[in-house]
């Protein structure tokens, strides 16, 4: 069980706006850094978000945002190319390492 | 550019050993804390372990804890991981990936990955 929760799976139409949320704790996102990594069945995970800050290359249709122990991440105007696994990550002061959540598996119908 | 390539990957059988390389170009090395992930098959992302920039301060998974050995070698901007008494669990790609900044911690986050390499432990 992963120490941050995401939701298993959320759908959009092309040109919609979707968010996902990255739930966790006092000790996680409560305190610290949250970040979103954007995964396909292969090649390297691309970095989307850390912190409130847009990767060069990433297109400013991704924006994210914190309130006390919950994150999101959100997606204007949905392409094609967004379709993917998306992960959210944070440091956690118990465990004194980098948690991750489960993923959200994002389909553009 | 900034590029990460793991090397090493491979199949073992439990108890055995790999040493994993992340050999890193278009920066400097010893300005960032470095991390290793894992993702098993048709799992998610795990965290494995992290190291800082001068490698005096490292870190591990309960998973891993005791069995694997992070370091690096700055002057030959390569990141290791050591596994050792590795079991059917560890199977997964492992990924070298970059934080942003010196010490892992409260503003880690990674910024750039490679591709991975795979590790397979039959037992």
């Known amino acids: 069980q992963s120490a941050l929760t995401q939701e298993a799976s959320v759908s959009g139409t092309v040109g919609q706006r979707v968010t996902l949320s990255c739930s966790g704790n006092i000790n996680n996102i409560g305190k610290f850094t949250v970040a979103w990594y954007k995964a396909t069945s292969h090649g390297a995970p691309k970095t989307v978000m850390f912190g409130n800050s847009l990767p060069s290359g990433i297109p400013d249709r991704f924006s994210a945002s914190k309130s006390e122990t919950t994150a999101s991440l959100t997606i204007s105007g949905l392409q094609p190319e967004d379709e993917a696994d998306y992960f959210c990550s944070s440091w956690d002061y118990d465990l004194i390492g980098v948690v991750f959540g489960g993923g959200t598996k994002l389909t553009v119908l | 550019d900034v590029q990460l390539v793991e090397s090493g990957g491979g199949q073992t059988q439990a108890g055995g050993s790999l040493r994993l390389s992340c050999a890193v170009s278009?920066?400097?090395?010893?300005?960032?804390?470095m991390h290793w992930v894992r993702r098993a098959p048709g799992k998610g992302l795990e965290w494995v372990s992290s190291?800082?920039?001068?490698?005096?301060?490292?870190y591990y998974a309960d998973s891993v804890k005791g069995r694997f050995t992070i370091s690096r070698d700055n002057f030959n901007n390569t990141l290791f991981l050591q596994m050792n008494s590795l079991r059917a669990a560890d199977t997964a790609v492992y990924l070298c990936a970059r934080d942003p900044h010196y010490w892992p911690g409260g503003s880690s986050s990674i910024d750039y990955w490679g591709q991975g390499t795979l590790v397979t432990v039959s037992s």
């Open positions: 190291i800082s920039g001068s490698g005096s301060n490292s």
């Open positions: 278009g920066f400097a090395l010893r300005n960032h804390a």
